[in-house]
Nanobody, 112 residues
């Protein structure tokens, strides 16, 4: 299983950004989005399930939306109303048969 997150970049506060995570070799598992801000611990941001339902952390609820296209083995994280506090490296993650798989991360920088 290989996960690859991409789509990060530099945006201004209030702007949107959409991340993608391709999951080769993955066939229908929940996908998590984590982020790690500089000097901070890893934070679970969202989890999207096979039925496309999703849960979100309080810090992003109402601003971030995760979706998935199972035909493309791709999940998305639409991030709206970005804040400087959202600046972090974003990772996608899944657990398959008890094994944890991480993508390489994509950096999101939100300027004020």
């Amino acid at each position: 299983v290989q996960l690859q997150a991409f789509g990060g970049g530099l945006v201004q506060a209030g702007e949107p950004l959409k991340l993608s995570c391709t999951a080769s070799g993955e066939d229908g598992h929940p996908i998590d989005w984590y982020r790690q801000a500089p000097g901070q611990e890893l934070e679970l941001v969202a989890t999207i399930y096979v039925d496309s339902s999703a849960t979100y952390s309080d810090s992003v609820k109402g601003r971030f939306t995760s979706s998935r296209d199972n035909t493309k083995n791709t999940v998305y994280l639409q991030m709206n109303s970005l804040k400087p506090a959202d600046t972090a490296v974003y990772y996608c993650h899944t657990v398959i048969n008890g094994l944890s798989h991480w993508g390489q991360g994509t950096l999101v920088t939100v300027s004020s």
